[in-house]
Each structure stands twice: as structure tokens, then as C-alpha cells.
Nanobody, 122 residues
Framework: QVQLVESGGGSVQAGGSLRLSCQAS????????VGWFRQAPGKEREGVAL????????AYADSVKGRFTISQDNAKVTVYLQMNSLNPEDTAMYYC???????????????WGQGTQVIVSS
């Protein structure tokens, strides 16, 4: 099993930035894909960004493209989500998830972190 831990959440004003981090107890073949998902109260969980740790390829939801960047460090220890130009719509609990092959379908992910809260005020 892989245990994921997110950090970096907080409260910012609209237009501000935050960088979220995702660390795993151990990166294995079963966690080659890491995705960031978010869920706001009363809204469905949605995919934000994906990264294939082996190839480095990334994918973004249309709602965050150009504002958010998913990346990993050179040692492939930590996965980041750099969030710029935040707006109140981005307020949500953000989760890091992992599985073997990337998909936008959250139910397919077998490893999840506890989440980190992001609050964007106007």
C-alpha cells in the first residue's frame, strides 16, 4: 500500500498563489500516475491535473489550464501543484491520488491522501 500526504493548503486572497505538495510513503509501479483532485461543499469531486511520473507528461482540466502547473522534483520524491491566479471558485479540499495509469476518473484511483484545504477569498 501507498500512503499519500498533502500539504501547502491555506487561505489566500483572489489573485494569489499557493503550492501544494504530495509525498508518498513509497513510490512504486502502482503509483506511476499522480493526480490532483478537488471537491468543494455541494459540488462533485473533479480532476485538476495529472502527471505521469515516468514520462513526465501532464494533463490539465480546462478550468485550470494556464493557471495551475503540476510537476515533480528531479528525484521524483514530491509531486507539486503550483496554483496561480486563484479565484474563489478554486476554494475546495484538494486531494492527491495515485494509480498505475493516468485517468480523469477519480473512482479508478486506489491511493488517496487526507486532503489539504484551499480557501480563496474575494
Amino acid at each position: 500500500q501507498v500512503q499519500l500526504v498533502e500539504s501547502g493548503g491555506g487561505s489566500v486572497q483572489a489573485g494569489g498563489s499557493l503550492r501544494l505538495s504530495c509525498q508518498a510513503s513509497r513510490w512504486t509501479f502502482s503509483s506511476n500516475c499522480v493526480g490532483w483532485f478537488r471537491q468543494a461543499p455541494g459540488k462533485e469531486r473533479e480532476g485538476v491535473a495529472l502527471i505521469n511520473r515516468d514520462s513526465g507528461s501532464t494533463a490539465y482540466a480546462d478550468s485550470v489550464k494556464g493557471r495551475f502547473t503540476i510537476s515533480q522534483d528531479n528525484a521524483k520524491v514530491t509531486v507539486y501543484l503550483q496554483m496561480n491566479s486563484l479565484n474563489p471558485e478554486d476554494t475546495a479540499m484538494y486531494y492527491c491520488a495515485a494509480r498505475r495509469i493516468c485517468t480523469w476518473y477519480s473512482n479508478d484511483y486506489n491511493y488517496w491522501g487526507q486532503g489539504t484545504q484551499v480557501i480563496v477569498s474575494s
